[in-house]
């Protein structure tokens, strides 16, 4: 089945550790996405790439880092510079030249205690 | 980043009603789309949109396009227990994978029996 999976789905981390979460796609997409979705809010946007060894800021960028080194690979790194970590992360991703259609991971809860 | 309105913020509605939900920009937008969203799971695609005036329906759910391309509305007919989610709607400006999506804050749907 194609698709999108991230992991894990639950993730519990100290204070001022960095924590890396996966997301891989077998859609053969194009361009990745990583959200970040607070309860009662909507999605905001972290990083994004269109294509492998190229991605770009998002609305709010500051203490993520991200990597593209496969086309079907978009890990999302949480640094310590993360000022309020605890969240709800999905990945997404679109093939170039299908509308504007993003398709969402199941998403991992990251609590950072 | 700009966030859509959403309205209303949360419904709580018996089965066998029809539901009414919207988003309003201050900008134009060249699609929409709605997705819901279940607990603890990523957003799912409903209805996108790429016309202004488009009217476009999907089972029960029925979408449209604003004629100002600053609005879109959702339509829910004869809802039944397991259309309980949020539901968000995403505006894009531009086409393709570089243009980013802006959410809305979401409509939280109750349906009681």
């Known amino acids: 089945d194609g698709g999108i999976t991230q992991s894990p789905k639950y993730l519990f981390r100290k204070e001022g550790q960095n924590v890396t979460l996966s997301c891989e796609q077998n859609l053969n997409h194009d361009a990745m996405y990583w959200y970040r979705q607070d309860p009662g809010q909507g999605l905001r946007l972290i990083y994004y790439s269109q294509i492998v060894n190229d991605f770009q800021k998002g609305d709010i960028a500051e203490g993520y880092s991200v990597s593209r080194e496969k086309k079907e690979s978009f890990p999302l790194t949480v640094t310590s510079a993360q000022k309020n970590p605890t969240a709800f992360y999905l990945c997404?991703?679109?093939?170039?030249?299908?509308?504007?259609?993003?398709?969402f991971g199941p998403g991992t809860r990251l609590t950072v205690l | 980043g700009q966030q859509l309105n959403q309205s209303p913020q949360s419904m709580f509605i018996q089965e066998g009603e029809d539901v009414s939900m919207n988003c309003t920009s201050s900008?134009?937008?060249?699609?929409w789309l709605w997705y819901k969203q279940e607990p603890g799971e990523g957003p799912v695609l409903l209805i996108a949109?790429?016309?202004?005036?488009e009217l476009t329906s999907n089972g029960r759910l029925t979408a449209q396009f604003g004629i100002t391309r600053k609005d879109s509305f959702l339509n829910i007919s004869a809802s039944i227990p397991s259309d309980v989610g949020i539901y968000f709607c995403?505006?894009?400006?531009?086409?393709?994978?570089?243009?980013?999506?802006?959410f809305g804050t979401g409509t939280r749907l109750q349906v009681t029996l």
């Open positions: 997404a991703s679109m093939r170039e030249g299908e509308g504007n259609e993003q398709f």
């Open positions: 949109l790429y016309k202004a005036g």
């Open positions: 995403a505006g894009q400006l531009g086409t393709g994978t570089a243009s980013k999506l802006t």
């Open positions: 900008s134009i937008f060249n699609t």
